[in-house]
């Protein structure tokens, strides 16, 4: 404890041989109140402003690694927050104490080894200095380093490691760092300095034989070639020296990344014959280095990481100088043959069994094969290549033809490798999301349990690759599928991954083909598939060929419209995979079965050639025993299915019946449960009742939800019953609650019965929200709920409230709009306050009720705004908390609900008679809380709304709406001229004292700003986000948050780009009603 006093006193030095003993006590293997004490005292040091200013000392009279490492991270904190309004000597003082530690350090070998990390450390510190000293206040920096370099090779090393960091800090991490202005001031200063750094590097690397420095000069270069002048790498030494180096094994990964920086840039055709040069002269040291024979996916197994990073950095190699300058080779026949040859190379690396390796090389195909193709693309529409290339069309005759013949010359340039590529892509496809069977390490076939993410993104690319590599040669792309097709039948290359990626690749392709050839190639697939079922024995193989049947079927549903013996063939397949209890395979028929009536319903109620009935009413008469061995929750989906195929159905009468029957089963339950109820109500309480009943409501939701409106005699059937069972169960879980306590709430009994009630919920809420806009539907079924459900959810304890209840309002309300406007007020009164008190209590309670909750004040606000208007001001004032209340949450749906119910009340409110009244109340608080967020890291996700609420608050209070002052004038003596002054002088005062390492110009500069691009949202954004930055609160973190709302539009443009080609998106994923002949 007096070793703590000591370290507090910070009047006179510090005593380090205590701090040294703290450190140590705190990394110790001391007891762990040891532990717990040191923390406490180091963290009160670290906290203490004037603890750095033993920093110097510490560090001067420690030999304890651990003990600098914390005097560093005191001064890191100080450099961070409140360098600059240190004075001018300590600034110096510090500066040029690091600087001598560094040179004293690194000046002799032996220290310089043995003190590494420190070093480390210390160049960390000198960079983060130099963020804010140079070159303004620290002009001589680069020439005093280069100075110092030329002294001694291991501080030429280090200075080498120095201007790697600087480098890095300015080029690679400075976005949301440092304000724009500074980063373009920096990088200025590195370019006009970097002719000494450059003689520095060329000398190092013809004069040095250390290899420790020779490395840390390629790497800094490394760091450096991105950003430098072009002069200094193609009108100097520097790429021969750097190609000298290549053959050196102990150079080769640097100086291989080195080259893939400068093919990396691209500044027109300028440097045309240094690229040609560079790469032919590689090629020719490659082919010594790694001959073409090698069997590089075995190599890279077999190899050390060294030879691992080696074929990673030639992939990086290639796929960098193509992406940029293949056209540079494309030019005489000697650069072609060195190009075929490196193509070569990638497609072999490209086998590698390493993700990240695929990874580079797949992205490298994908856009060499979308450029390939788009200039096919516009060889059938020749007036778009011309507009391309900013031609008249008219002008040139002759010159359409010489265009496409150039183009041919390519496309037949490339015909060899991209046949490669074709195998490459149909041996190593990713597996689509449909499939659900897959093999575990044991090297069983199993049910997939996980998605994994990375495997989607993949096969997208992969897809979408493969559908190029089809449009460039729709025959190859088949030869090379039923080639391999035809080595699974007859077993010379039978394996499961085999004819799985064959199978996914078939699949994938969908809606690329013109439809004649489709429909040939998929006779063949589909034949040798079902050939291959029967003729392959063992579970395990019949599941994998079933999986894959599904697959492939389920992709193609233009061809199963066109075919109906096949789509009969083909159901009927699915409905033998139903009995199948092999893990997953029922799981994908039920799946398939679903997506295929998706896009063929109208094929299945009409009467095809050579039956004597639809297939739905064939399927009706079966139906038990079909659906005998699946799950309740494969039912459903099954029920599901054919709910779709009846709808397609037009005449009513026939659907009727179909439906009818198609409940039959359910029915005949659900009678005599509610029968035997009658007699003896307890008959309801036995779980397997319970059970019973939930099966029968879910069966009813499946179909509800394929139905619609169509669905209506089917409820209207069971409507009164489900509610009085609703009502029962209610009570029988608020006694059981009342009676048992929380403990209750959790037994199996009551999670069952609370089932029931949520799915009695869901049920009505699905059959409302998909049937059709029809007044006369909802004056039907909302009265009766009035009590059962609205009226049970206020009598019920706040454990027993179903937030469905919240949910169906909401969706009772989007739905018939305006036609609700005289319930609101009991919908309010009913579940607004007894919701309130039970989400108010802190952030976490009921979850589900908080979100649906607002979800239907949203929906009231929306389509009821009149109800709000006329709410007392005590209930309006309970409105708007509960809305702030929402937009607090770090729960990001939560708070954008918020704060789009907030922005949709804004507007109603400045539109409204009570729009001075609603602002007068609430504008300045609304500013203050949206400002309380925005500047709150935790709440990034809602920039974009946060954003969209300060500009409506600013436009409003410029636009004259307001008539009346936004200031209270009991409390505020100044009589301001207008709300427009009044609320820049508030935020500036705000914004002043919740920022106080802002100068107070900066804050005045900032709000000013906000006015003066009120009008204009992105820049209005933009500014927002430089405020943010220089606050500092959001400066070392991830804000790619902030730039959320750029990448949905870049989306978006993409999608419609992709609609364009035959394929892209597969045909299930495009929502087209079925055009059924």
């Not at 200075?159 to 890095?168: D, G, P, Q, T």
């Not at 036609?819 to 007894?834: S, W």
Request: glycine share 4%; net charge negative; proline share 3%.
């Amino acid at each position: 404890m007096m070793a703590a006093e000591k370290l507090r006193d910070l009047s006179q030095p510090i005593d380090v041989g205590v701090l040294d003993a703290t450190v140590a006590a705190f990394y110790g293997t001391g007891s762990k109140q040891e532990r717990t004490a040191a923390d406490q005292i180091l963290r009160e040091l670290q906290n203490n402003p004037d603890m750095w200013l033993q920093v110097v000392h510490i560090l001067s009279n420690t030999q304890n690694l651990n003990t600098k490492f914390f005097a560093l991270q005191v001064l890191e904190g100080v450099i961070k927050y409140r360098w600059n309004v240190l004075p001018v000597e300590q600034r110096d003082g510090m500066k040029n104490y690091i600087s001598d530690v560094i040179v004293k350090l690194s000046s002799n070998e032996a220290s310089f080894r043995q003190e590494r990390l420190y070093v480390n450390k210390l160049n960390i510190i000198l960079v983060q200095i130099l963020k804010h000293e140079w070159p303004a206040r620290w002009r001589s920096f680069i020439p005093d380093l280069v100075t110092a370099a030329k002294t001694s090779e291991t501080i030429c090393e280090n200075c080498m490691a120095i201007l790697k960091l600087l480098s890095e800090e300015v080029f690679d991490f400075s976005r949301g760092e440092m304000t724009q202005q500074k980063i373009k001031e920096l990088k200025q200063s590195l370019n006009s300095e970097f002719q000494l750094i450059h003689e520095l590097c060329l000398y190092v690397l013809s004069a040095s034989q250390r290899t420790e420095l020779i490395r840390a000069t390629l790497a800094t270069l490394h760091a450096f070639l991105s950003w430098i002048p072009l002069g200094y790498i193609f009108e100097s030494p520097l790429l021969e020296t750097l190609l000298k180096f290549f053959p050196v094994a102990s150079y080769r990964n640097l100086t291989l990344q080195c080259l893939t920086e400068v093919a990396s840039l691209n500044f027109g055709d300028y440097y045309n014959v240094q690229y040609v040069n560079m790469y032919n002269i590689l090629m020719v040291q490659l082919q010594t280095v790694l001959p073409t024979t090698t069997n590089i996916p075995n190599a890279y197994a077999n190899g050390s990481s060294e030879e691992q990073a080696f074929i990673q950095n030639l992939a990086l190699f290639f796929t960098s100088f193509y992406k940029f300058h293949i056209r540079v080779l494309e030019s005489t026949q000697e650069n072609v043959n060195a190009l075929l040859i490196g193509l070569e190379y990638l497609i072999n690396i490209s086998y590698v069994d390493d993700t990240e390796v695929f990874k580079v090389c797949l992205d490298y195909w994908n856009s060499l094969v979308t450029e390939l193709f788009e200039a096919n693309h516009s060889i059938d529409n020749p007036t778009a290549t011309a507009n391309m290339m900013g031609l008249q069309m008219a002008s040139i005759p002759g010159m359409v033809d010489g265009l496409s013949t150039q183009l041919l010359q390519r496309r037949q340039l490339y015909a060899v490798p991209m046949s490669k590529l074709r195998l490459l892509m149909i041996s190593r496809m990713a597996k689509p999301e449909e499939v659900l069977i897959v093999e575990d390490e044991n090297g069983n076939i199993v049910r997939e349990t996980l998605k994994d993410n990375d495997v989607l993104v993949q096969y997208k690319i992969m897809r979408e690759t493969l559908i190029y590599l089809a449009h460039l040669d729709h025959d190859d792309t088949e030869k090379q599928m039923l080639k391999k097709l035809s080595k699974q039948l007859n077993g010379e290359d039978w394996t499961w991954n085999n004819l799985n990626t064959l199978c996914w690749a078939i699949g994938s392709i969908s809606g690329s083909m013109m439809e004649d050839q489709e429909n040939r190639f998929l006779v063949m697939v589909i034949r040798d598939l079902l050939n291959l079922c029967e003729i392959t024995k063992g579970k395990d193989n019949k599941a994998v060929i079933a999986s894959n049947i599904m697959y492939v079927v389920g992709q193609y549903p233009r061809f199963l419209r066109a075919h109906w013996k096949f789509l009969k063939t083909v159901v009927n397949k699915l409905f033998e995979f139903m009995h199948e209890t092999h893990p997953g395979v029922q799981d994908m028929a039920c799946d398939t079965f679903l997506k295929i009536v998706q896009k063929c319903k109208r094929k299945f109620v009409i009467v095809q050639v050579g039956e004597n009935e639809p297939f739905v009413s064939e399927l009706l008469t079966t139906l038990p025993t079909t659906i005998a061995d699946l799950e309740p929750h494969q039912i459903h989906s099954f029920y599901e299915s054919v709910g779709h195929m009846i709808q397609a159905e037009s005449e009513a009468s026939k659907r009727d019946e179909y439906l009818q029957r198609l409940m039959n089963l359910p029915n005949q339950k659900w009678a005599e449960i509610i029968g035997h109820a009658r007699g003896n109500v307890d008959f309801l309480k036995d779980q397997d009742v319970i059970r019973t009943v939930l099966n029968i409501l879910q069966t009813n939701t499946s179909a509800a939800t394929a139905l619609g409106t169509h669905f209506l005699p089917q409820i209207t059937l069971i409507f009164l019953d489900m509610l009085n069972v609703y009502k029962m169960y209610s009570e029988l879980i608020s006694s059981g609650i009342a009676e048992g306590g929380l403990y209750a709430s959790r037994t199996s009994y009551v999670k069952l019965l609370r089932s029931v009630k949520r799915e009695t919920l869901k049920l009505i809420e699905t059959f409302l929200d998909k049937a059709e806009d029809q007044p006369q539907i909802g004056k039907q079924f909302v009265p009766p709920m009035m009590d059962p459900v609205l009226g049970d959810y206020a009598r019920n304890l706040p454990d027993a409230r179903e937030s469905e209840v919240l949910s169906l309002f909401a969706t009772i309300i989007n739905k018939y709009k305006g036609a609700m406007i005289d319930d609101v007020p009991r919908i309010f009164e009913v579940v607004f306050q007894c919701t309130l008190e039970m989400i108010t209590k802190n952030f976490e309670d009921y979850p589900e009720h908080r979100l649906k909750f607002f979800s239907l004040l949203r929906a009231i606000a929306t389509y009821c705004f009149q109800a709000l208007i006329l709410l007392s001001p005590e209930q309006l004032k309970l409105v708007m908390d509960s809305v702030m209340w929402a937009f607090r949450h770090t729960e990001r749906n939560i708070a954008e609900t918020g704060l789009n119910l907030l922005l949709e009340m804004l507007k109603n409110f400045q539109n409204s008679e009570f729009c001075n009244q609603f602002y007068r109340s609430y504008f300045v608080l609304i500013v203050q809380e949206i400002f309380a967020v925005l500047t709150d890291t935790f709440h990034k996700p809602g920039f974009k709304l946060h954003v969209l609420v300060l500009q409506h608050l600013f436009c409003l209070v410029e636009s004259g709406s307001l008539t009346e002052p936004l200031w209270d004038a009991s409390t505020v003596q100044y009589p301001y001229p207008n709300n427009g002054m009044f609320v820049r002088e508030y935020t500036i005062k705000l914004l002043g004292a919740s920022f106080p390492n802002i100068p107070a110009s900066e804050v005045t500069k900032f709000v000013n700003g906000l006015f003066e691009s009120r009008a204009d949202l992105s820049t209005f954004k933009n500014h927002i986000r430089d405020f943010l930055v220089q606050s500092k609160e959001f400066s070392a973190q991830d804000n790619k948050d902030l730039y959320a709302e750029e990448a949905a539009i870049q989306k978006e443009r993409e999608r419609q780009r992709m609609l364009s080609i035959p394929g892209l998106i597969a045909p299930n994923e495009i929502q087209d009603e079925m055009v059924d002949s």
